[in-house]
């Protein structure tokens, strides 16, 4: 059973930095991708950034240049660092992992970890 533990959320004034982090319970070599998403309260979850197993990051338009998804293989975690933040950052963090084998892609979620923006 794989097991994501988000961690470093908080409060944070607008303009503040907050770095997420996301450790997985057996080596992140063997996800195809991991990524952060978020979930504002009444609104659906939504991506923020994914990084493939062999480097390629991707960013939803409204963080990019402010947030980069970076990860440690030593420490099988996957961060989210987050600068600039803005009100609407505000929302539960969620890590994913996804893995393919054959034609079954597997996703695993974290239990997430709460990011509030003051203005």
């Known amino acids: 059973q794989v097991q994501l533990v988000e961690s470093g959320g908080g409060l944070v004034q607008a303009g503040g930095s907050l770095r997420l982090s996301c450790a997985a319970s057996?080596?992140?070599?063997?996800?195809?991708?991991m990524g952060w998403y978020r979930q504002a309260p009444g609104k659906q979850r939504e991506l923020v950034a994914t990084?493939?197993?062999?480097?390629?990051?991707n960013y939803a338009d409204s963080v990019k240049g402010r947030f980069t998804i970076s990860r440690d293989y030593a420490k099988n975690t996957v961060y989210l660092q987050m600068n600039s933040l803005k009100p609407e950052d505000t929302g539960v963090y969620y890590c994913?992992?996804?893995?393919?084998?054959?034609?079954?892609?597997?996703?695993?979620w974290g239990q997430g970890t709460q990011v509030t923006v003051s203005s």
């Open positions: 057996r080596d992140i070599f063997s996800f195809n991708a």
């Open positions: 994913n992992a996804v893995r393919l084998s054959g034609a079954t892609m597997t996703p695993y």
């Open positions: 990084i493939t197993s062999v480097g390629s990051a």
